[in-house]
């Protein structure tokens, strides 16, 4: 048994808690873009298309950049994952030359 089997459910439970607050912050993103209008049509005061600038121009950018620092980081994850198996197969099979090679001084 391989050490990174051992974390290997652990950090897929992370990938999917990461991908899973993708999900969500997209969600939000939709859905504040859906309020803006709803906003603007009760808004009292006449810096209504202000309001709707600023959330163009400020808030879904910034959400935009926070979905996509959690993507790469789930992306990163997984790739890290990758790798972790690269090496395991690797060290396995030079695991089992050697083994193979001393047992066949042994023999």
């Known amino acids: 048994m391989s ?3 051992l974390v290997r459910a652990p950090a897929e439970e992370a ?4 991908m899973k607050q993708k999900g969500e912050m997209e ?7 859906g309020y803006v209008p709803k906003v ?6 006449g810096d209504e298309q202000e309001f ?3 959330v163009q121009r ?3 950018p910034a959400i935009m950049n926070l979905i996509a620092a959690i993507a790469g980081f789930g992306g990163n994850l997984g790739g890290a994952m990758n790798i972790m198996d690269q090496a395991d197969s690797k060290v396995t099979s030079m695991v ?3 083994s193979d090679m001393f047992g066949s001084f042994l023999k």
């Open 40 to 45: 603007m049509s009760a808004w009292r005061g």
């Open 52 to 54: 709707e600038a600023d």
């Open 15 to 18: 990938i999917s808690i990461v």
């Open 27 to 33: 969600d939000m993103q939709s859905k504040t873009q």
């Open 3 to 5: 050490i990174f089997n």
């Open 96 to 98: 089992g030359g050697l």
């Open 58 to 60: 400020k808030l879904i």
